[in-house]
């Protein structure tokens, strides 16, 4: 069973940062893809940043390139978003997500494991 555990998040000034963390169990995942969203209140939940997790390979949202950087380290089998130069319009809860299609689309719907989310607030 699959489970995905967030941490990182709190309360941080406008241009501060943040690392999100999340650590994964429950089976192998060379061949998954993990991703980061974001829901603010009243909002649908939207794509941030996403990693395959055999390659590397990372795709970002508009507003999250320059700003975010996902990684992750294989070893601990955790992901991370690096988050810098934040704006009040980042406050969210941001959830972990992993999808066993490593080359789909940034979209929710690809994505079948999901974490609780952890809380992001950035004050102005």
């Known amino acids: 069973q699959v489970q995905l555990v967030e941490s990182g998040g709190g309360l941080v000034e406008a241009g501060g940062s943040l690392r999100l963390s999340c650590v994964a169990s429950?089976?192998?995942?060379?061949?998954?893809?993990m991703g980061w969203f974001r829901q603010a209140p009243g909002k649908e939940r939207e794509f941030v940043a996403a990693?395959?997790?055999?390659?590397?390979?990372?795709s970002y949202s508009e507003y999250a390139k320059g700003r975010f950087t996902i990684s992750r380290d294989s070893a601990k089998n955790t992901v991370y978003l690096q988050m810098n130069s934040l704006k009040p319009e980042d406050t969210a809860v941001y959830y972990c997500?992993?999808?066993?299609?490593?080359?789909?689309?940034?979209?929710?719907?690809?994505?079948?494991?999901w974490g609780q989310g952890t809380q992001v607030t950035v004050s102005s």
């Open positions: 990693i395959t997790w055999n390659r590397g390979r990372t």
């Open positions: 997500a992993a999808s066993t299609n490593p080359y789909g689309p940034a979209v929710r719907s690809d994505f079948g494991y």
């Open positions: 429950g089976r192998t995942f060379n061949n998954y893809r």
